[in-house]
DNA sequence: GAAATTCACGAAATCGGTTTCGTGTTGACA
DNA sequence: TGTCAACACGAAACCGATTTCGTGAATTTC
């Protein structure tokens, strides 16, 4: 390795001290110019970049903020993450992403690394396993440390924190209240199961909806998919019954339904019409293109981030957890019949 | 903010000194039975976790990686950085993830910043912009700062350093021979500008192919699409001529390449056959699902980052760049005529 | 010409750990 | 009883910066 050029050695070189060599760095009034002038040019010539660690260490802050994901390889994940990025960058800041994998254990682990002082703050939406489970005992240790603590998406009342949040029982209202203006009679829906709090609130919107056009809610329009079964199986038993319209709560499952349709020789959307979630490439490039809900990710992201930031450099204020409701679009695509 | 609990504080706490604090939490020898049981009770009962950035600046190591993309809403990114977590996760690592967003600027004051010790190394893609403009000094001067580096999926020959890339040439190939062989006459191709290197080179092996069966390439038929403007006019021109084959250098330019087909009452796979790049999920759930070049983002990334650890690790080495090639599959769907 | 300022710089503390080296106490052994 | 090793712990240097405070010399002021 290359000898790294620190303060010291500048000083031992021009023979004056490190702080002269600091304070002619930082452009101090204290110094001469002649000296300022000798260091600054030997610094620069020599390519001298203060060593963050030090700072970080004596700042006692490292601007970094730690983003902790169930998973990545999701449109909307990324776009959230481009949005985290995108506002941290404006403000200096960098982003060290984990991923719990929809994981427990590695949760804890990451949360348990990351809060040794090597983040100012984290970003993180829960893990499923830890939704299911419901102990939640390491993100309250963490709030109770004072280290400042954003939730996206899926987020617990349990844990005291800022969120941020798709209105997802208005979303799920929107998109079955369209399928009913368009004439559905019997919308079925395609969720996650209960402890997956974004997937009971989107039913709760469905319900809502159905609930005011008077349609009686029926218990086997709805499918919870266990994920770690066949996802076309489960779909499949939905269209044992006669539904002329399907909500599901993400890309995919509205993606699998549609095929399933047409495997089954269903014109969409003028026999079935499938409303999706999360405004992907998926839903864009499928034919026929999906119409779905826009969760604006990007906006989540940067809002969560900005909310972040406020409690790392504001941390006397009093503490009063803020939630804020992001609110989704319909975005129609050609999956439904157009709205007459 | 709460008062942190350092070593300082147990030690005063506990009347003895910060070394015998040290030591008897890392279970030194030195320390007798009794004081080590006091000491570590405290820290526990306290959850006392040792301040990484100290340790980090003592240790001259962060356990960091930089990890820069041009982006990331995009499944082949995506794939690439969950290998990297993966495999870093497994030997300790963290990543710290940064978007250059296909621009220069942002890649050269991304790559300063990262390199002032936050990180141990870096592995990166190049931004388009950058290898449009062929200015590659600041990954010049990182190399000879000696900071590791691995390059993957976008490389250039300037930088002496370790990459991973995807058997384009192989890829491009083979896409064209399978093509060839299912019957077709008149196959286009649909690329990046010839600055994305892996553009030119998918290329390369579609015309090998080409003239090893005996077929006259034809500039016409190859569309170097320009993102700036729109996608699917500059594919459309493609179908003046009568093509019944299409080799596209990524999902999207296939995706579009098929919705276009359709309009035009193609039938695929009968009229006309296409494949894509990127295993992603746009090929898996359109319909018909498109055949494509599966680039196995996981493995590249983790070949990456375990070549960069290795170079992390035993720095003292004689420095002898390797060159990893990633083979890639070809993955049969319905976009193309089974061979015969 | 003595006192007060200003100027230009250095010594040392600090951030939170680790590690080397030194030292007082104890026990064993000759 | 004197010697020496083992034991248990503390002092201080170190990683690389910043910053407070102090100080000698030059300059200004009365």
New interface residues.
Partial sequence: ??QKITIKTIARELGVSTSTVSKALNDSHEIGKETKDKIQSFANHY?Y??????L??RNQK?K?IGVILPK????FF??V??GI?SYA?EKGY??????SNEDYQKEVETL???????VDGLIVSIANETLENKDFSHFI?LV???IPLVLFDRVVDDILCDKIVVDDVGAGYKATKYLVDIGCKKIGMITTPDHVSVGALRRLGYEKALIESYVKTDKNLIIKIDEKQDIKKQIEQLFEQNIDGVFAVN??YA??T??IA?EKGLNIPNDISIIGFTD???SE???PSITTIAQHGFTMGRQAVELLIERIEN?TEVFNPKKIVISSDLKLRESTKPSS
Same sequence: chains 1, 2.
């Fill in positions: 390795m290359k390519n970049k203060p060593n963050s660690l030090a970080q260490l490292t970094v990545i390889v999701h449109h990324s776009t993450i481009m990025e960058n960098h982003i060290m992403v984990c991923f348990r690394v990351l809060s040794n002082g090597s240790d109770e440390e004072d890309e995919i993606a699998n549609m095929r047409k992907g490439l998926i490039y499928s034919s941390e």
